[in-house]
T-cell receptor
Framework: GAGVSQSPSNKVTEKGKDVELRCDPI?????LYWYRQSLGQGLEFLIY????????KSGLPSDRFSAERTGGSVSTLTIQRTQQEDSAVYLC?????????????FGPGTRLTVT | EDQVTQSPEALRLQEGESSSLNCSYT??????LFWYRQDPGKGPEFLFT???AGEEKEKERLKATLTKKESFLHITAPKPEDSATYLC??????????FGAGTRLFVKA
């Protein structure tokens, strides 16, 4: 079956512009995660969805970051007024459940470069 | 505060030279420990889940073990294609999974 897909694969934007990153999880997975990975660094947790609800938004770095999930499927991560420090790879993952210790399946990521 | 620490940061091996990667954790309640492999430019790929101390799992040249404080990923007779970053992560209940910074493995032919 299809894995997790993300689009675009690469995004170059000017400082101050808004960007939207999309994630299509594995069908039937109720849990969806967004992470940020800076060059040579580990994964920084951003937000988690169980269904369409986000129980914890504490990982979002600032109020310029927001995310939504619709129909228990597709999720969009929006970054407003992008800054150079937002440059990173944004990874999405899905899992059969967020409250049980299931493995996560990752997409290929979106590489965001803010110039 | 829950924390996951991986060591070493980088490891260079000759082909066939066995070694181990370490993942130490301090968490309030471990529900599962995961190992992932990440190749450059790609998302992490799941390898193993360990649930309780004493558990071991194997896959090809890789063997993961778990104690109450740490996990090891043993690599036996590695090949150049094993070169990647290996990530450890812990699930502590609720929804949050905490990732370590990873160990970059380089295997030279």
């Amino acid at each position: 079956g299809a894995g997790v897909s993300q689009s675009p694969s690469n995004k170059v934007t000017e400082k101050g512009k808004d960007v939207e990153l999309r994630c299509d999880p594995i069908s039937g997975h109720t849990a969806l995660y967004w992470y940020r990975q800076s060059l040579g660094q580990g994964l920084e947790f951003l937000i988690y969805f169980q269904g369409n609800s986000a129980p914890d938004k504490s990982g979002l770095p600032s109020d310029r970051f927001s995310a939504e999930r619709t129909g228990g499927s597709v999720s969009t991560l929006t970054i407003q007024r992008t800054q150079q420090e937002d440059s990173a790879v944004y990874l999405c993952a899905s899992s059969p459940s967020g409250t049980e210790p299931y493995e996560q399946y990752f997409g290929p990521g979106t590489r965001l470069t803010v110039t | 505060e829950d924390q996951v620490t991986q060591s070493p940061e980088a490891l260079r091996l000759q082909e066939g030279e066995s070694s181990s990667l370490n993942c130490s954790y301090t968490v309030s309640g471990l529900r599962g420990l995961f190992w992932y492999r990440q190749d450059p430019g790609k998302g992490p790929e799941f390898l193993f889940t360990l649930y309780s101390a004493g558990e071991e799992k194997e896959k090809e040249r890789l063997k993961a073990t778990l104690t109450k404080k740490e996990s090891f990923l043993h690599i036996t007779a590695p090949k150049p294609e094993d070169s990647a970053t290996y990530l450890c992560a812990v699930h502590t209940g609720g929804f949050k999974t905490i990732f370590g910074a990873g160990t970059r493995l380089f295997v030279k032919a």
